[in-house]
């Protein structure tokens, strides 16, 4: 598994003369100073770019073409033969690498990935002889996240990155998926606060046996259709992916590529994936849904089949709403995920890896950053880029299901308007739900008092200490727990991370 999961991206690459003896002056070691470009296929082949970067290509630059192979083991073998770009000064350069993917450090969070190791000249060029051998050294650069490439409107950044909206997204999501695995009491108190999925004691869980039948599948299109709708009447020029996005290399010499760009190129790039200590599962996931086979294998036949009209004319809008939301739509967030890191304003800490997560009821304002738009869960991914491009496709494929009706059994399905949001109406078939579920609402929530209902949304209650209360009852100690058990009542029961998208099969 793990051949891969440090050495693609973008390092800076230094090399240096192997010159023994004090030279009093380290500059007079160094050799070249390069930006290096790597990939790994799954077999473990390497290929890359190797050259100067200026902050905007003219098309003209020279560099070196990198192919190689990696050979696991600890610490990994990195070789690599790179040639001079064709037609361009470096032509006919031919030099061999061989390094070493360096150990990590225990207890140093803040160590990088270097590659170490020696180069020769195995083709001598511009009177320098064949056959010299240096040191280098190569440091990775972190991921370029796509806040920085793709970045949403300022006006986007701050609502979304509230506390009732993020908690909004985090509470609706988590009252759906563990309702079915609530206890009673359990139940009974958060019908109390107002959030439970869907009419009191008709509630729609999205994890439940009956998942494709109940509605459901309703809720999750229609409550992230006005999530869409909301985000594109702000800034109209938030995309959507047509098609899910090839893999693509992250660095190019291309001309007008900037400096600024390498690394995510088009902003949709591939984090690395990481190690979720204790969680092996998970860790095998989030590496399986990088490979390009899992792209071909997984994700395009899924694209295929929920762009079929012939599937989707077969499907009520809730099946294809639940079926969509436990394959496609949380394997993209997962596939696209970077690894959790610390927003603290402590610089001692920041931006340090967090592999397990955020604690599912760390209430700490630091989460509230705005450049905490981790898109791994749900307090925080609708702050990220990608979940807009990702959310456009999932809307897209409910046009798709009403042309495909209307093509079979024309007129059966009947658009309307729902609140403001573009809907349909109840048919008892294809339709089950007049009313989709957005969360509490004012007429159910007995701690709604007034300023907190949200402009636009009819009523619907973002109260951030009534939805933490909610938090409190599904991921805490059973209401009737010992006050032992009650003590640190912010904390999480052990081994609960916050709502990660889950790899359920629907």
């Known amino acids: 598994m793990g051949i891969n999961l440090d050495i693609p991206g973008i390092w800076t690459y230094r090399s240096f003369l192997n010159v023994p003896g004090n030279v009093g002056d380290f500059g007079k070691l160094t050799v070249w100073e390069a930006e290096l470009s790597l990939e790994v296929s799954e077999d473990g082949h390497i290929y890359g770019l190797l050259g100067e970067r200026p902050d905007l290509c003219v098309g003209t630059e020279p560099y070196l073409l990198v192919e190689g192979t990696v050979i696991p083991g600890n610490p990994a073998v ?15 350069w031919i030099y061999d690498y061989r390094g070493y993917l360096s150990p990590e450090w225990p207890d140093a969070p803040r160590s990088r990935p270097t590659i170490v190791g020696t180069v020769t000249r195995t083709v ?66 958060l019908r109390a606060t107002g959030w439970q999925p869907g009419p009191k004691t008709k509630e729609r869980a999205s994890l439940a046996a009956d998942r494709l039948a109940n509605g459901s599948g309703e809720d999750f299109f229609y409550m992230h259709r006005r999530m869409v709708k909301e985000v594109r009447a702000m800034d109209p020029s938030v995309g959507t992916w047509r098609r899910l996005p090839q893999q693509q290399f992250p660095s190019s010499f291309a001309p007008e590529t900037k400096a600024s760009q390498i690394g995510n190129l088009d902003g949709y790039s591939l984090p690395p994936a990481w190690v979720v200590p204790g969680d ?55 596939r696209w995920t970077s690894v959790t890191r610390d927003p603290t304003g ?23 950053d705005p450049e905490y738009d981790y898109l791994g869960e749900t307090f925080s991914s609708h702050i990220n880029p990608i979940f807009w491009r990702l959310h456009g496709w999932v809307d897209d494929r409910i046009n798709d299901w009403y042309r495909a009706h209307e093509a079979v059994r024309p007129g059966v399905v009947k658009p309307m308007t729902l609140d403001g949001v573009e809907w349909f109406a109840v048919d ?14 004012a007429s159910s929530s007995p701690t709604h008092h007034a300023g ?42 052990p081994g609960t991370r916050a709502s990660w998208f889950k790899n359920v099969p629907a």
């Open 346 to 368: 402590d610089v001692a800490k920041r931006g340090l890896p967090l592999p397990n997560g955020r604690d599912a009821l760390d209430f700490d304002e630091k989460w509230l």
């Open 78 to 92: 990195i070789s690599w033969r790179a040639k001079g770009k064709p037609q361009s000064e470096y032509d006919g």
């Open 124 to 189: 001598a060029h511009n009177g320098a002889p064949a056959g010299s051998v240096f040191s280098f050294v190569a440091v990775k650069s972190d991921f370029l996240e796509p806040r920085k490439t793709i970045p949403l409107a300022k006006s986007i950044i701050d609502m979304m990155s509230s506390a009732e909206h993020r908690y909004h997204h985090a509470l609706w999501h988590a009252s759906r998926d563990t309702w079915d695995n609530l206890s009673d009491p359990k139940k009974e108190a």
């Open 452 to 493: 907190h209902n949200h402009p636009g949304h009819s009523g619907r209650v973002l109260d951030v200490p009534t939805m933490q209360a909610a938090l409190r009852i599904i991921y805490g100690p059973e209401p009737d727990a010992a006050p032992s058990a009650m003590e640190d009542h912010g904390q999480a029961l």
């Open 428 to 441: 008892g078939t294809w339709v089950k739900n007049d009313e989709p579920w957005e969360g509490a609402r």
């Open 280 to 334: 092996p599962d998970t860790t095998n996931w989030l590496f399986e849904l990088r490979k390009t086979s899992t792209l071909y294998g997984r994700f395009q036949a899924w694209e295929a089949l929920y762009t079929s009209a012939d599937y989707l004319a077969s499907l009520s809008l809730g099946e294809l709403g639940s079926r969509i939301e436990f394959t496609i739509h949380n394997w993209m967030h997962m």
